[in-house]
């Protein structure tokens, strides 16, 4: 499957922002999504997975209740809907997918999108 991430940019902070990943080649509905994130000279993080039906959601403690992913399986497609953003948030986004149950290990996803910018100023 191929991903494709779209949506970031240039926000100021409080703003917000909703990145979507459309996905192609592939059924969409075979696998778990997530979103990781990874800020200059630092690894890539976690961020947020879904399950196939969409009914499991998972998030780092400190983007709960900031951050919404969610699935539209017909489009075959990914969103993570931020907001209340903070400098803090500013790196490149990817969305991957897995194969396996919902995973935060950055070993577990069998495809990966080309990432999307997401830049806040303060």
């Known amino acids: 499957v191929q991903l494709q991430a779209s949506g970031g940019g240039l926000v100021q902070a409080g703003g917000s922002l909703r990145l979507s990943c459309a996905a192609s080649?592939?059924?969409?509905?075979?696998?778990?999504m997530g979103w990781f994130r990874q800020a200059p000279g630092k690894e890539r993080d976690f961020v947020a997975g879904?399950?196939?039906?969409?009914?499991?959601?998972d998030y780092i403690d400190s983007l709960k209740g900031r951050f919404t992913i969610s699935r539209d399986n017909a489009k075959s497609t990914l969103y993570l809907q931020m907001s209340s953003l903070t400098p803090g948030d500013t790196a490149v986004y990817y969305c991957?997918?897995?194969?396996?149950?919902?995973?935060?290990?950055?070993?577990?996803?069998?495809?990966w999108g080309q990432g999307t910018q997401v830049t806040v100023s303060s």
């Open positions: 991957a997918a897995s194969f396996q149950s919902p995973s935060r290990r950055i070993q577990r996803y069998d495809y």
């Open positions: 080649g592939g059924t969409f509905n075979w696998y778990t």
């Open positions: 879904i399950s196939v039906s969409g009914d499991y959601t």
